[in-house]
C-alpha cells in the first residue's frame, strides 16, 4: 500500500507534468536575491551565446533558438529567475547583436525578432507558472491522500490489533464467554471456557437458544430479569443461577450480562455474558451451612443435655444432702438413747464428719457449674459448726483462707481433715474451757496448698500418743485423708501451742 501514492501521482497529472518535474518544482524555495542574482546571469549567457552565433551564422534567428531554453532553465529557480532572464535577455540581445551599438538602430525584421522572441518567452513563463501551480495542486492532493491512506492503514492496523486482542481475550479467558442476540436469545458465539463447563464443543452451541441451558424451573424468572436489561430498566444482569450440563447434571454459575445497543436508535443489537463455575464453591458453603445447621443443632441438643443435666445433679446433691441430715437426725435419736459417755462421744464425732458432707453437697448445689466452688466461705462455715455445736463459749475460733475453687475429690478430705483436727482441739487443747484456734488456707505460686489447724492449748495427750499407744480412730482418719490428698502432715508444740501442718505438694484439681 506504500507504493499506491506514486502511482495515482503518475496517472492523475497529465504529460506537461512530466515536463513540469524536471524543474524539480520540490526542491527548497529560493531566496529574492538569488533569483534576481541566476535570472541576470541566464540574461548574460543567453546574449552571449546569441552573439556567439551571429558571428557563426551572421543573423538573429540564433535568438529565437538559444532563448527559450534559457528562459525553461532558469524556471528551475523560479518565475522571478526566469522574468529577470527575460527582461535582461530581450535588453541585451537589443543592445548587443540586434542593432548597431551605442545607436540602438533597429531594423524592422530584427525588431520583429525581438518582438517574437518576447512573445514566446512570455509564453513559455505563463505555461510555466500553471505547470508549477497545477504540479503544486497534484503535490499537494497526493499529499492529502498519501496522508489518508496512511491514517486508513493504521486504522486498519489498529483494528486488525484490536480483533485479534479481542479475540485472544475471548477465546482464551479462564471464564465463559457467550456473545448471543438479545431479542431472540440465540448464541452467536461461545468460548472454550463456558463450552467445557457444559461439556459441549464451541461450535455445537453456536445458533442454540442461551436459555436452552438453564434448569426450567428458573428459565421465567431469568427471562423476566434479562428483559429489565434489554429495555433499559437496568444496566446488567447479574445472577447466581443453575446451568445444565451435557450428562445432565446442574452446576452452578455466576452469569453477567450486558447489551450492546445502536448508537442511533438505541436499539439491543449485542448481548454478551461472563459465566464464572461457583460450582465448586457453592457446594462447599451449601455444605458448610448444612454443616453449621448440624452443628448448631448438636449445640442446642447439647445445651438441652447440659441443662438436663444439671437440674438432675442439683437434684442429686439436694437429695444426698436430705440423706444426710435423715443420717444426723438418726445419729441425734441414737445419741439420745445411749447412756454410755464414750459411745455418745462416738456419736458426737460422727455427726460432725456426716454434716462436713452435707455441706460439701450444699456448696456444689449452689455453684453455678455444679463441679467447683470456694472453699473459703465453706471452711469458715464449717468450723463455726464444729464451733456451735461443741458448746464452749470460752473458745473461740478464726478462720483465715484465701479464694481458692476446688472439687468435690479435694473438698471432701478436706472437709473432714479439717473436722477432726478442730473437733480434737476442742476435746482435748483446753482443759479449762478457753482457748483460741486458728485455721488457715493458703496456696503457693506452684499451686501447692497450706493447711495450718493450730490452738494456744496447753493439753493433747489425745491427739499426740505416747510411743507404742494405738492411735486414736480420729487422727487414723485424719492420716488416710491426707494420703488421699497427697499431703504430707507435721506436728509441733511450743511455749505459743500446739499445731499441724498439711503440706499438698500437688496442685488443686478443680
Known amino acids: 500500500m506504500s507504493a499506491l501514492p506514486n502511482v495515482l501521482t503518475v496517472d492523475s497529472a497529465p504529460a506537461a507534468n512530466r515536463w513540469a518535474s524536471w524543474f524539480d518544482m520540490r526542491r ?30 551572421g543573423g538573429g534567428e540564433p535568438l529565437m533558438a538559444v532563448f527559450p531554453i534559457v528562459l525553461i532553465t532558469c524556471l528551475r529557480w523560479g518565475n522571478l529567475a526566469g522574468w529577470m532572464a527575460l527582461i535582461g535577455g530581450a535588453g541585451g540581445a537589443w543592445y548587443v547583436y540586434l542593432g548597431e551599438q551605442f545607436s540602438f538602430v533597429v531594423s524592422a525584421a530584427e525588431a520583429r525578432s525581438v518582438v517574437t522572441a518576447l512573445g514566446v518567452g512570455i509564453l513559455i513563463l505563463a505555461v510555466c507558472a500553471r505547470l508549477r501551480a497545477s504540479h503544486a ?19 486498519h492496523a489498529a483494528l486488525v490489533l484490536s480483533e485479534a486482542q479481542f479475540r485472544t481475550s475471548f477465546e482464551r479467558a479462564a471464564v465463559g464467554k457467550v456473545q448471543f442476540d438479545p431479542l431472540t436469545g440465540l448464541i452467536l458465539r461461545v468460548n472454550q471456557a463456558f463450552a467445557d463447563m457444559l461439556g459441549h464443543h464451541p461450535e455445537a452451541l453456536a445458533g442454540r437458544p442461551v436459555w436452552e441451558f438453564t434448569i426450567e424451573d428458573d428459565e421465567d424468572a431469568e427471562r423476566a430479569d434479562f428483559g429489565l436489561v434489554v429495555e433499559g430498566k437496568k444496566p446488567a444482569y447479574i445472577r447466581d443461577k443453575r446451568y445444565l450440563h451435557r450428562d445432565g447434571h446442574t452446576i452452578w454459575g455466576r452469569g453477567s450480562a450486558t447489551v450492546t445497543r445502536s448508537p442511533t436508535t438505541g436499539a439491543p443489537v449485542f448481548a454478551v455474558a461472563v459465566i464464572e463455575n461457583i460450582d465448586a464453591q457453592h457446594k462447599s458453603n451449601a455444605a458448610l451451612v448444612a454443616a453449621k445447621a448440624e452443628l448448631e443443632t448438636l449445640l442446642e441438643e447439647r445445651t438441652l443435655t447440659l441443662a438436663h443435666r444439671d437440674v438432675l445433679l442439683r437434684e442429686v446433691y439436694h437429695r444426698v444432702k436430705n440423706n444426710l441430715q435423715i443420717v444426723d437426725s438418726l445419729l441425734v435419736m441414737e445419741r439420745k438413747r445411749l447412756a454410755d459417755p464414750d459411745a455418745r462421744t462416738a456419736l458426737h464425732a460422727l455427726r460432725g464428719r456426716v454434716h462436713a458432707l452435707g455441706l460439701v453437697h450444699h456448696q456444689l448445689m449452689g455453684s453455678n457449674d455444679l463441679r467447683t466452688f470456694d472453699i473459703a466461705p465453706f471452711l469458715e462455715e464449717l468450723s463455726r459448726n464444729l464451733l456451735d455445736a461443741a458448746a464452749s463459749p470460752g473458745v473461740s475460733l478464726t478462720v483465715r483462707a484465701e479464694p481458692l475453687k476446688v472439687g468435690l475429690d479435694f473438698a471432701i478430705p478436706l472437709g473432714l481433715v479439717v473436722t477432726e483436727l478442730v473437733t480434737n482441739a476442742l476435746k482435748h487443747a483446753f482443759p479449762t474451757g478457753i482457748g483460741v484456734i486458728k ?72
Open 28 to 57: 527548497a524555495p529560493t531566496s529574492t536575491w538569488t533569483s534576481m542574482l541566476i535570472g541576470l546571469l541566464a540574461a548574460a549567457l543567453a546574449v552571449a551565446l546569441g552573439s556567439l552565433l551571429k558571428r557563426q551564422t
Open 137 to 155: 495542486r497534484v503535490q499537494a492532493a497526493n499529499q492529502s491522500l498519501s496522508e489518508a491512506l496512511a491514517e486508513g492503514e493504521r486504522a
Open 439 to 510: 485455721v488457715a488456707l493458703d496456696q503457693a505460686p506452684d499451686g501447692r496448698v497450706s493447711l495450718v489447724v493450730s490452738d494456744n492449748g496447753t493439753e493433747a495427750e489425745e491427739a499426740v500418743p505416747t510411743s507404742g499407744a494405738a492411735k486414736p480412730l480420729g487422727m487414723t482418719i485424719v492420716d488416710a485423708l491426707v494420703r488421699q490428698l497427697g499431703g504430707v502432715m507435721t506436728a509441733r508444740r511450743d511455749a505459743g501451742g500446739f499445731a499441724r501442718e498439711i503440706q499438698i505438694a500437688q496442685p488443686v484439681l478443680q
